[in-house]
């Protein structure tokens, strides 16, 4: 059997709050598979630390425990909680996409190059880049007269759309989803979910969070059910 | 990825220095004036990597020591410690020398001028350092072309123009005065000074600092996009927080004269781990 | 107070101490030996005011020997107040030389602002009077960062002065003075000479001095050797035309030579005459004319 892309071994994040000098747990003992051409879904509710899995593995969160071993395009394992910083950079560039509610953005760059931007950093050509992302906005219905300008002023269901288009246009080996149809229209969201689908069938490995059950239901090959860490919220002094 | 800057226990001290200099002074003595000897420790300890194309931002108050750091890599100031090699790649080797590392610190005057003039570019927050306010717009990104010892005089010009107009300085303003400039167009004039001889490797100090809104973005915008086109590594110096996000890839804190965090830039802003960094990025939100 | 009133013979052969002229010399051994490079000296109080070509005089007085024929020059003439006044304290300090106005006949020549358009020899060393020895100064204020500067032959600001020169007026208006390499690496100030006079510095068979006295400096040009003034690739250094306003090549009024730099005068009613400013060069060219037209057909 193939090994999976991502293993995620007892991972646990915990906070420390100097200013308030708190510990404050987030995530607890997660252990789960992610494969290739597979969806995982992670649910449990709101407190259970899912974004914090998603962040931990992307490294905007340092991890507490446990090991995410992510295995690359080159067959070699490698632990993302212990992995060099430009190592984790390489790895978002080539390999790992990860489409949240926030978009950061550059005021003066157009719709279509934000997109594109993730092809841009592969070297690929200006022209077919951007012909690539005007093909996903279109699929996702965003209105041809918004791709010249900067997604700055754009709604909120708008932004999702050009978030996924960056998450899906280099098709990355393994894609974090953080609710990504969340602000969408039940039509829009339609389009979105078949995108996801198409994707995983040319391969790529998912971990997910769905606002919807039904969604959770209808993509997911794995569920993981997190559950909120243990009331450990203790006064450091009090340990010390 | 290659490397492109190696960074190694940078320090600066003003003063006379005593053995009592390093333990009295950091973050931890909430100071970087030596209370023995009245010396300032403006760095010390100073270590990082730059790798070939990565933008690393070095953020933190005034007095943290973070301009220090790109003043002495720039040979401004003569650092009092340690070492910085400079990984240039063998197809840039200067004529004769087929020696691509480059010992920053070890390297005479005139080797450390080639390599500012040749390999490096500052862009400074005053203007005034970095342009002469007596010559042209396009007589400042001349002189950088010269000192690299392009001698053609329509040459030049072209190049000027076409930098000038990279950066979107009004062409019909070449020739005129930087010190009639407003302040944004000072910077783009910078940049494109800094430019002139398409060097691997850029310093920014503060670039934004004292500028409107609305012209930080475009400049911002223009640094990124050159940092696309041109594959530059870049240090940026700053203590905006939304510079450090939009700009950089990863990022280092520093807070009086020493290191206390380095990460990823989106894990220093939205995880740091220092108490001081914590402080820093809660205030800004 | 005797000695004022004994006149020459009170003084020392040149004026000058023998110490002072050894120090000079070895000065100028210095400045030859570097070619190019500024040689601080200790300029020594002379009896005229600095300025009125002390640097340039200190230098003939340390070279002149017993068989000098020595030739003193302002802005090309020998007849000018300045010469005139050089000449006689040069004749009253050094005993048994002779002076000349000839190019041709003499040794040593000291000058202020041309050099001869005769070319020179191998015999002959020409000393030119310099007010302000460094090419920097009008780009760096600092002379510690000057030295700098000339040590790593970084001049690319003098070169943004010639750029910013070409952007306003469409050509290098540097009419003086014209910042020359030497040996390629050292730039000087070859002294207010014209650019007429700036490729006679190129492989000179004659030695090339420069003496500042106010700023106490001495530099050479030595014999033979590279002089490049300072130039873009696509627009070359070039020594004054002298075209009328039809593109004619001025002559002299004087002796009709088309092949020498021109003083221009301007007389009462406006009218503008040309004529050379080498009055030795001059002097030949009509004495030539003249042996022409006495020639028997």
Redesign the interface.
Known sequence: MIPPILQVESYGKNFMLHEQNKLIPSSHNVSFTVRRGNLTALIGPTGAGKSTVLKGIYRTYLPSAGRILYRDAMGHELDLALASEHQILELRRCEIGFVTQFLHCLPRQATLDVVAQPLFGFGVARTEARQRAAELLSAMKLPERLWSVSPATFSGGERQRVNLARGFIAKPRLLLLDEPTASLDPTTAECVLDLIEELKAEGTAMLAIFHHPETTRRLADQVVELAPPPAVEERLKELA | ?NKILEVRNLSKIYGPGCPQCLDSTGPESDTNLCPHCRSVVAIHGVSF?L?EG?ILGVMGESGSGKSTVVKALYFDQAPSGGEAIFYDSPANAPEGKHDKQHNLFALN??QQ?WLRNHRFGMVYQNPNLGL?FN??A??NI???L??SDL???????ERAKALLERTEVLLSRV?DLPKDFSGGMQQRVQIAKALATQPPLLFLDEVTTGLDLSVQ??I??LI?EIQ?ELKTAMVVVTHDLGVI??LT??AIVMKYGRVIE???T??IL??P???YT??LV?SAL | MNAMNHTTTAYNFGFLDEYAKKEVRRAILKAIAIPGYQVPYASREMPMGRGFGTGGLQLTLSLIGPDEVVKIIDQGSDDSVNAVNLRQFIEMTCPGISTTTRTTECTLIQSRHRIPERPLTATQIIILQVPYPDPLVVVEPSEDKRKTMHGEADYSRLLVKLYEDIVKFDEITISHRYPTRINGHYVIDPSPIPRWDVPKLHDSAALILFGAGREKKIYAVPPHTKAEPLAFSDVPFRVEDFRDAAGQRRACARCGSKDSFLDEFVSDSGSKTYQCSDSDWCDGQLLRAAQAQGEPA
């Open positions: 990825m990597d790798f990565e005057s005139a001028r002469n010559i042209s396009g007589g001349a002189e950088r010269l000192m001698m053609d005089y329509g040459a030049i010009r020739d973005a475009r911002l915008d990124l696309q996000r939009l890839g990863r380095t990460g990823l989106d894990q939205e995880d781990q220092h108490a914590q402080r809660a």
